[in-house]
C-alpha cells in the first residue's frame, strides 16, 4: 500500500508522510455490537402450543429495551434446537459481535445454548436470566411456570461454565425491569470501553517526571494487558510542527478562545503562544493518529515554545476526542481513557490536594487539562496563568475553573508486583467557591470519613495522581476489571 506513495517507505521517526511503522489513516473504529441469544425450548411448543407465541412476545420486549441501551444488536430469533443455535452461533461470528446476551425465555439445556456460544467463546458473555413479571402469578398453572423457566436455564448454563472455568455475567430480573437494562447497560459499556483499548494510538512526549515511581509502567505489560500501541514521539516532531505553524493559525485558536472566556492574570502575548503551541499538537495529533496523549510539559516544551501545553492537551481534549495528560502518567491516561468510553464525559487528571472537614470533602487540584464543561457554565471558566512555571516566559495559559456539582468517580490504573491494580471510589463533587488558583480543582464529598478515606487510600497504596470522571463508573469499572483480569479495590 505504501509503495503507491512513490520513494523509499521510511520510519515515522524521519518525519515521513507514509511510514512503514504507523498504520495508515490510524485504526478503523467499528460501533460495539451485541449478539443478541434469545432462547427457548421446542420440547415445550408440542406440550403447550400457546406457549412459544407467549415467550416471542417476553423475547420481543426484551429486545426493545435492549436497543435503547446498544443500538447495534444482531438478533439471533428464536433459538429453540441444535440446528437454530449452530445457525445463531456462525451468525454471531460473521458478524464479528463484540459481545454476547443471552437471554432464556424458558428453560433451555446448555448444551443448545453452547453451541452457539462456542462459535464466540472469546467473547464478552452476559447472561440475562428473565421472567415475564416481578411476582409470582398466584392465578398460574405449570404452563406460566414454564413460561417464567429461564432461571432454570441460567442455573445449569452458569453451573457448567464454572466447571468449564468460562467467565461470564449474570443478571436477574423481569421483562420490563429498569433494574436489569442499567446493569446490562453498565457491561455493554464496560466491554465497550475494553474493545475502544484495544489497538489505541497512545502518543508519549517526553518521559515520567523524575522520582515519580509510583507512576513508572512497563510498556510491554501495558500492552500485554490492555492492547494499547504506545508511540514514543520524539519532542523534535511537536518542535518542527510549532515552528511551521503560521501566525493566522495562532490567531485563529487564540480568538476563539479570548471570545468565550474572561482572562485572569494573562495577556494577550501569553495566549497567542500558547494557541501557536496548542495549533501544532492538534496537528501532531492528527499525524500519528492518536487516540491519547502524554506529554512532558515541564522544561524542554515550555522552554522552546515559551509556551505551557496546557490549553493545547485542553483542546484535544475538547475538540478531538482525545485524552491527555502529562508527566508520564500512562496508567492515569488509560483511565481517563475507559472513563470517558464509559460516561462520554472528559475526565480531569488531578492530584490529591488539602482535605476539608466542613464539608467531608477532598480538594483534587488539576494539571490545568480539562475542558469548560466540567464547569457550570462558560462564565464559571477563566483564561489564567499556568500556576507552576518551568523555563516559559510570561505567564502561561490553561483553564481556571471549578467542577460543578454531581456524581464523580475517583479512580487510577496502578502497576504492581502481581500485575495492575485499580483503585475506584465513588464521591460527589460540591458546590464550592473558585478558589485564586489559576488552576482546575473539584471539591469530592466522599462516603466516609474523609481522613478514614485517605488513610485507606494510602493504606492500598495510590498514585499521587488521580483521576476524576464525571458520573458514577462504579459499576462498570468493576465489569471492565474482571474483563482484563486485573484486581480491583474500592474505598
Not at 437494562?181 to 483499548?197: N, W
Not at 512526549?205 to 510498556?219: A, L, N, P, Q, T
Not at 475507559?338 to 483534587?364: F, H, I, K, Q
Request: glycine residues 10%; contains cysteine.
Amino acid at each position: 500500500m505504501n509503495g503507491n506513495h512513490g520513494g523509499a517507505v521510511k520510519s515515522f521517526e524521519e518525519g515521513a508522510e507514509i511510514s512503514g511503522d504507523l498504520l495508515t489513516g490510524g485504526r478503523e473504529k467499528t460501533p460495539f455490537k451485541i449478539g443478541l441469544l434469545t432462547c427457548g425450548y421446542f420440547e415445550y411448543w408440542r406440550m403447550y402450543p400457546a406457549l412459544k407465541k407467549k415467550t416471542e412476545r417476553d423475547l420481543a420486549a426484551v429486545t426493545a429495551n435492549l436497543l435503547k441501551v446498544c443500538p447495534d444488536v444482531v438478533q439471533s430469533g428464536m433459538t429453540d434446537t441444535l440446528d437454530a443455535a449452530d445457525r445463531t452461533g456462525r451468525l454471531f461470528r460473521r458478524e464479528n459481535v463484540d459481545a454476547v446476551l443471552l437471554v432464556c425465555g424458558t428453560y433451555i439445556p446448555d448444551f443448545i445454548s453452547l453451541a452457539a456460544i462456542d462459535y464466540v467463546a472469546e467473547k464478552p458473555l452476559i447472561i440475562f436470566s428473565v421472567q415475564a413479571h416481578e411476582d409470582i402469578d398466584l392465578k398460574g398453572n405449570y404452563e406460566e411456570s414454564l413460561r417464567n423457566s429461564g432461571i432454570i436455564g441460567s442455573s445449569q448454563l452458569t453451573g457448567t461454565l464454572r466447571k468449564m472455568k468460562r467467565d461470564y455475567v449474570a443478571v436477574v430480573g423481569s421483562v420490563d425491569d429498569a433494574r436489569a437494562y442499567e446493569k446490562i447497560g453498565a457491561y455493554v459499556r464496560g466491554a465497550k470501553a475494553v474493545k475502544d483499548l484495544r489497538g489505541a494510538n497512545i502518543g508519549v512526549i517526553g518521559h515520567v517526571f523524575r522520582g515519580m515511581y509510583d507512576i513508572e509502567v512497563s510498556k510491554t505489560f501495558l500492552k500485554s494487558a490492555f492492547g494499547v500501541n504506545i508511540i514514543q514521539i520524539q519532542s523534535g516532531h511537536l518542535l518542527e510542527l510549532w515552528q511551521g505553524t503560521a501566525d493566522a493559525e495562532a490567531e485563529a485558536v487564540a480568538s476563539a478562545l479570548t471570545k468565550r472566556f474572561r482572562l485572569k492574570n494573562v495577556a494577550a502575548g501569553d495566549v497567542r503562544r500558547a494557541s501557536r503551541l496548542a495549533a501544532a499538537m492538534e496537528k501532531l495529533a492528527e499525524k500519528f493518529s492518536l487516540d491519547a496523549v502524554c506529554f512532558l510539559d515541564q522544561h524542554f516544551i515550555q522552554r522552546h515554545t515559551l509556551a505551557s501545553a496546557r490549553i493545547g492537551a485542553s483542546l484535544l481534549t475538547e475538540h478531538a476526542g482525545i485524552c491527555a495528560n502529562c508527566e508520564g502518567d500512562l496508567g492515569g491516561l488509560l483511565t481517563m481513557m475507559l472513563l470517558r468510553s464509559v460516561t462520554g464525559n472528559a475526565p480531569l487528571m488531578a492530584e490529591w490536594g488539602e482535605y476539608d472537614a466542613r464539608t467531608n470533602a477532598c480538594l483534587m487540584i488539576g494539571h490545568g487539562i480539562g475542558v469548560p464543561a466540567m464547569a457550570a457554565s462558560d462564565a464559571d471558566v477563566r483564561l489564567a496563568r499556568t500556576p507552576e512555571e518551568w523555563g516559559f516566559e510570561g505567564a502561561g495559559l490553561n483553564y481556571e475553573l471549578v467542577m460543578r456539582p454531581g456524581p464523580v468517580t475517583l479512580a487510577h490504573l496502578l502497576e504492581a508486583p502481581t500485575g495492575y491494580r485499580l483503585m475506584t471510589a465513588r464521591g460527589e463533587s460540591i458546590g464550592f467557591p473558585r478558589l485564586d488558583f489559576d488552576e482546575i480543582h473539584a471539591a469530592v464529598r466522599v462516603d466516609m470519613p474523609v481522613k478514614e478515606f485517605l488513610e485507606k487510600a494510602f493504606d492500598y497504596g495510590v498514585s499521587h495522581h488521580c483521576i476524576v470522571g464525571r458520573g458514577d463508573a462504579s459499576a462498570e469499572l468493576a465489569y471492565i476489571a474482571k474483563l482484563l483480569k486485573i484486581e480491583k479495590f474500592a474505598i
